[in-house]
């Protein structure tokens, strides 16, 4: 079993800055891709920001400049710093990672979600 608990979302004024972080845990063998996703009401998820277990980075357009997407493969934790946030900012954000277990097993795994809202 595989679990990603996340931490760290909440209410902040436009321009704000929150931090997200999200730690794995349970029978991990190796963790291939960690990634940030977001949902807001009447929307599709969508991916927000992706890192390989090697170092490479993927942002959605919208979020470039703006979020940086950070991880520690020896804690199997990833964070999202989210700078000049913006109200279109707002949705739950969920935590990924691409996981095989100790099984042999590989899935896709997510967190609980995280809400969070950009609002003066």
């Known amino acids: 079993q595989v679990q990603l608990v996340e931490s760290g979302g909440g209410l902040v004024q436009p321009g704000g800055s929150l931090r997200l972080s999200c730690a794995a845990s349970?029978?991990?063998?190796?963790?291939?891709?960690m990634g940030w996703y977001r949902q807001a009401p009447g929307k599709q998820r969508e991916l927000v920001a992706v890192?390989?277990?090697?170092?490479?980075?993927n942002y959605e357009e919208s979020v470039k400049g703006r979020f940086t997407i950070s991880r520690d493969n020896d804690k199997n934790t990833v964070a999202l710093q989210m700078n000049s946030l913006k109200p279109e900012d707002t949705a739950v954000y969920y935590c990924?990672?691409?996981?095989?277990?100790?099984?042999?097993?590989?899935?896709?795994?997510w967190g609980q979600g995280t809400q969070v809202t950009v609002s003066a």
């Open positions: 349970g029978t991990i063998s190796k963790i291939y891709d």
């Open positions: 990924n990672a691409d996981v095989t277990t100790v099984y042999y097993t590989r899935n896709d795994y």
């Open positions: 890192i390989t277990n090697g170092g490479t980075i």
